[in-house]
């Protein structure tokens, strides 16, 4: 598969300082989830479709990498303004969802959590034996989540001890399943979902907090018959699918590092284009706006099942400290290394609670941020579930990331910002995870380089 570009890491792994001014007018790579759901659900979906991701990360190659191990026939192929399409050709025909090729398949997720997640789902409905293995720190994370209900829908899931390597033997019909989430999940919750368009009769799944919604809206954008109504989201099976193309719109994740970049920074003016508006992923920009940022926001015509737009976000006054708690916390939960970021650039104490989930993310993101930002010089103190943290005296600090893509791109933004005087990260490679082209945008924004982007809000 080629690639189109690798990310350039800062020069030679030098320090990262402010910029005099932030400014300029970037789209980020396409939505890593709904890039995850698209691919997945178009291969296992009757008729060809184009999936069009903008400069996808190391986690959807992965899933790239994953339904090809099944005999998926993709063909990556056509590089066009660092999108590439994946032409998939579903399998559907006639029988509810796709049966892929393979009978023995030995997955490897590498990095990627939804990946593996997802794709324990998919494999509870194929005939196979599927093993599903991580890299290191994917084999520390938590699977019995996702095995447990699948074994209940009759699927033959094993782990080692609730950890990965996993083993699935699917079987068809699964039976359909009332569960409640232990954790507020949007892995597993897709992960039911597409197990449960192989069941017979409707399955419900009720999720503690918070989740984002892009599996409801994909597969019902593709003729499932799934409902969200509140916490509860309803799927009747069986049920096919009809393949349809898409471009996945940009990742308000990945423009979560700009917004809080340019709310802190004193001479800041960024655009970021063609993103998705979807609700479950927009929690940051109130935090935000709470702090007191001026960001707005301008939708346009998506055409796809995602809201789409422009975000752009101005110097704010100075930022004002936060407490977050309770169920916001579970819809922010990617954004809190940079929300982290925004605590201590703001004036009084913030504080971080009911956010446990982060000790099991990529890294012990807990741990982490509070590491880094003491080294950045700000006041932390370390909480069983979050932080709390004030402004310290910013200083030049080195910062080890622990391979997580979140970790460093948050105190490359604390640089940026002025949180730190100036920031080196020991692994500037790992960003590509989920965000290819970050340190091409840093330079951009940061007056090194000028692209000319048409449209957006503005322009
Ligand atoms: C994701 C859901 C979140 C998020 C992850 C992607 C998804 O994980 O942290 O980066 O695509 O469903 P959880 O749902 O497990 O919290």
Redesign the pocket.
Known sequence: MRVPWRTRPPSAGGPIRAPATLRGVIRVPSD??IS??ALIANALAEGESTVSVRAPGGDVLTTVGALVRFGVPIDAHGMVDNEIHFPVSGGGTGDAIATFRRREVELSCRNS??TM??FTGVSATQPARVTLRGDPSLELRPMERVASPLRRMGAAVTTENGLPPLVVEGRRPLRALHHDLP????????AICFAALAADGETTVTTPGP??D??ERLLGWMGAEIARDGRVTTIRGPSGLRARSLVVPGDP?SAAAWLVAAALHPDADVRVLGVSLNPTRLALVDVLREMGATIEIEPRDGGGPEPVGDLRVRTAGQLQAIELRGGRV?AL??ELPLVAIAMAGADGVSELRDAA?LRV?ESDRIASVVCNLSAVGAEVHELPDGWRVRRGRPRDANVTTDGDHRIAMAFAIAALAGVATSVVIDDPGCVEI?YRTFWRDLETLSGREHPSLPGGLGS
């Open positions: 890593k989830s995850h759901r959590g939804t997640r997802l954790v507020a999940s949007a892995q597993v919750l897709g989740t984002r892009h599996t994740s579970a939960i990617d989930e993310k989920s």
